[in-house]
């Protein structure tokens, strides 16, 4: 079985007695058997969990540290017929000095010894008292240690499948240049950090967003295990914080405060923190002397049951987040509009009006763009042209949108234009092929760039993000404008945005907005049904825009393979989707994506919203003519 680029990974925090090894090598055990039976291939203990962290002066007794070796040995001993990676805290001598260090077993036995740089020395922290720091290793040093001939020092560990994994101790992430900075540049993808961090009000939510950032910053997955309440309580008190988060976002969080074994579980995607990486040409090399370590370690299977994958990767689920969201995008697109108006002297601007979603956006972003030049709605020329597929609900939403928000109104119907031209080319009015709808989206188009020039305004594209991926847009038609507002918004954001100006309008125009947002997705050049309903619906012909959107954005941001996309759609969307319904749509999208670039490589300018856009300009560059048989 094919893991796709992923690796579970759990962070513990163990019920523990301080200076009682025989007691916590039995926790650490328990917490290997949990995560065995959860298939985790990486497990974190907290800093000196061999131990505990506060042993203090005890760790100057050979009892502490003589023990602490028989208990590695006892734990390689007792994984080496299973399949995982074990990273355990142990004081470490080495010569005349001990060290804070993590020491990393597999089936085969201890594969390395990672030590402390940065040891916390002030307030509550007295830890230069009892250790040495890991700054006395320019390279790594061969040790015996626990039956094993290993190494000390700086080291990365090869898990295999494109996994590296890197490791830093509590204090090391506090300072302004955390070990990891540097680890990631030699190659490391994963950060385990093994922590002693007691809480204090506040603190929670600060060491959260530093573990966050710099996942992000790294571009790595960061395992964060600190120690539990079963610490010394004589000054502090610990939470046992657990955490993973990938590239700043937060997978999976242990509860805090808990009297029993955590252990926090989470897939972190490997192949989307390479593409991510090999995307960002800032993220740099670095050839030092670090030393890599390959760990004996079996991926191959991974059902992805400890990840969460968002079936709307475009729009934030929470409430207040998407509405900050919309506000954000919505001042983007007005800003940009408002910049290009005013560079090209324009008077206004020209917007067709169908009554749709799409071109309901660009009419109040037009509105906005007015608003921030202090010039009249009026400037606004809204042209409404009713179609052969024009139902009374579209077009009477136009009307009363345009008329709420005080543009300028213009009504030119297309049908017998059409009519008309499709005489002039010999077609069949009666045949309702592509000619028949493309004939109608040419000649609006035509009436609309033709209106700008007559009137001095700027024609605003309607088209979304969406609408591109599948080339669902007539070439030359509703394609085409001087600037498009939409280009890079997505149809599931789309609504949302339309909803975030509803809910700030006045009772009017939100009821417009509201019904608007109740319409079926629709071009409208196919005649209605004999109720006068829309009979063209879009997620008929090219299937749900939800699944599409999804495909997108792992397809543009993380270079996924069809295999994962459809590993991931039916995890997203379990119980809505099938496997064939899945399976389906994805090929439907990909040879759509594929064969509609050449529309795409010629689409006029517009701003940039999100962190996907398909500009030629800027974020996808691919050639009009690539096969697509390698991805279907």
């Not at 992923?6 to 007695?17: C, E, G, N, V």
Request: charged share 25%; aromatic share 10%; glycine share 6%.
């Amino acid at each position: 079985m094919n893991n796709y680029g992923f690796l579970r990974t759990a962070a513990s925090s163990l019920k523990l007695k301080v200076a009682d090894i025989s007691f916590n090598t039995s926790a650490i055990k328990e917490a290997v058997d949990s995560a065995v039976s959860k298939d985790v291939r990486l497990l974190v203990t907290p800093e000196l969990s061999i131990t505990g962290y506060t042993c203090a002066d005890l760790f100057f007794t050979n009892v502490i540290i003589r023990q602490s070796e028989r208990a590695v040995a006892e734990l390689k001993d007792y994984i080496k017929d299973k399949n995982i990676v074990l990273v355990v805290g142990a004081p470490i001598p080495f010569f005349n000095k001990v060290y804070n260090c993590a020491v990393v077993i597999d089936k085969d036995g201890v594969k390395g010894i990672v030590p402390k740089k940065h040891l916390a020395n002030y307030n509550e922290f007295y830890e230069k008292r009892w250790f040495a720091s890991g700054f006395d290793f320019v390279s790594a040093q061969p040790i015996a240690y626990a039956g094993d001939e290993t190494k000390i020092g700086d080291m990365i560990f090869d898990l295999g499948d494109g996994a590296v994994l890197g490791i830093e101790l509590c204090e090391d992430l506090w300072v302004p240049n955390p070990p990891s900075s540097s680890l990631v540049l030699s190659g490391a993808n994963v950060i385990a950090n093994l922590s002693a961090s007691d809480e204090y009000v506040s603190k929670a939510q600060y060491r959260r967003d530093l573990i966050s950032s710099q996942s992000a910053r790294c571009v790595c997955a960061y395992i964060y295990s600190a120690s539990s309440v079963y610490e010394s309580t004589t000054d502090l008190v610990f939470s046992g914080a657990t955490f993973v988060c990938e590239n700043g976002a937060l997978l999976s969080e242990g509860e805090r405060f808990l009297r029993e074994n955590v252990l926090t579980v989470a897939d972190v995607d490997i192949q989307k923190l390479n593409t991510q990486r090999r995307n960002n040409m800032s993220f740099e090399n670095k050839n030092d002397e670090v030393a890599l370590v390959k760990l004996n370690v079996d991926n191959k299977n991974n059902d992805i049951s400890f990840r969460y994958i968002d079936p709307s990767p475009f729009v934030p689920s929470s409430e207040n987040e998407r509405a900050l969201r919309c506000r954000e995008i919505f001042a983007i697109q007005a800003s940009g509009l408002a910049k290009r108006i005013e560079h090209v002297g324009s008077s206004g601007v020209v917007v067709g009006i169908s009554g749709g979603l799409d071109s309901t956006l660009a009419l109040l972003v037009s509105v906005e763009a007015m608003k921030l030049l202090g010039k009249k709605n009026s400037d606004i020329l809204g042209v409404t042209m009713p179609g052969f597929g024009t139902t009374d609900r579209t077009y009477q939403n136009a009307i009363d949108l345009m008329k709420s928000l005080g543009v300028t109104i213009k009504e030119i119907s297309i049908k017998d234009a059409c009519i008309l031209h499709m005489k002039d080319i010999e077609h069949d009015s009666e045949i309702k092929d592509i000619t028949y709808e493309n004939t109608q989206a040419r000649e609006r188009t035509q009436i609309l760039f033709d209106l700008a020039n007559k009137h001095g305004k700027l024609l605003v594209g309607t088209g979304d993000l969406s609408e591109l991926a599948m080339g669902w847009c007539t070439y030359n038609g509703d394609h085409m404008s001087m600037y498009g507002v939409n280009a890079s918004v997505p149809k599931t954001l789309v609504k949302y945005l339309v909803e975030y100006v509803a809910n700030i309008s006045d009772k009017k125009t939100a009821d417009i907005l509201f019904d608007v947002l109740d319409t079926p997705v629709s071009p409208e050049l196919l005649p209605p049904d004999e109720n006068g309903n829309i009979a063209q619906k879009t997620e008929d012909n090219i299937g749900p825009y939800e699944l599409h959107d999804f495909f997108l954005y792992n397809f543009v941001r993380f270079g996924y393979e069809k295999e994962k996309l459809a590993l991931l759609a039916l995890k997203a969307f379990d119980g809505k989707y099938d496997e064939q319904t899945v399976n389906k749509w994805l090929a439907v999208f990909i040879k759509r994506f594929f064969i509609s670039q050449f529309k795409r490589s010629c689409i006029p300018d517009s701003p940039k919203v999100g962190s996907v856009s398909l500009s030629p300009r800027g974020d996808w560059r691919m050639p009009s003519d690539a096969s697509f048989n390698m991805f279907i």
